[in-house]
């Protein structure tokens, strides 16, 4: 059995059968400020989960199903988020610093003010909402990368690779 600490004062737990979060379903669940680094939780279901405020630094993401889930003010720095869709979720304020997003989709992600300095963005799409508010010093993208027509990655600070 898991336990996730979460809560405003880390005053809730979840638990969780089994002895991994890999390929978990985690749909619609309240993990405001959960305690998550470093573990595996690729392949997962986290369709319009809450982790608002989520310590996620190093986390494996990869190829979950994020639609719709809000991730504000979490912490997502060197998280993997590889082929991960989350597509009409919530990334404003989040420190995303030398996450990995190769492929993933982040349509309609209103990402205001999100931290993706050193990111890698290769193969994303980043159509995102309020894009214009977001840091994208030293992020690395490619020529597949999709970003909103009005958007210059390089003016914002986006290095191609």
Not at 2 to 13: A, H, K, P, T, Y
Not at 79 to 90: C, F, R
Request: proline share 1%; with cysteine.
């Amino acid at each position: 059995m898991i336990i996730i600490e979460c809560g405003d004062d880390l005053d809730r737990s979840l638990e969780i059968e089994g002895q991994s979060l890999q390929k978990s379903n985690l749909s619609k669940l309240n993990l405001h400020r959960a305690m998550l680094e470093k573990q595996n939780l690729s392949y997962s279901n986290m369709v319009e989960s809450d982790f608002r405020g989520a310590f996620l630094s190093e986390a494996d993401l990869s190829y979950s199903n994020c639609r719709g889930a809000s991730f504000i003010t979490a912490f997502l720095d060197g998280a993997n988020l590889e082929g991960v869709s989350l597509i009409d979720g919530k990334l404003s304020s989040a420190i995303l610093k030398n996450a990995q997003l190769l492929n993933a989709d982040l349509s309609g992600v209103d990402v205001g003010y999100a931290d993706f300095d050193g990111a890698n963005l290769s193969g994303a799409i980043i159509k995102c909402l309020r894009i214009e508010l977001a840091s994208f010093n030293s992020a690395i993208y490619s020529d597949l990368t999709v970003w909103p027509n009005n958007f210059n990655p390089v003016e914002a600070g986006a290095v191609l690779m």
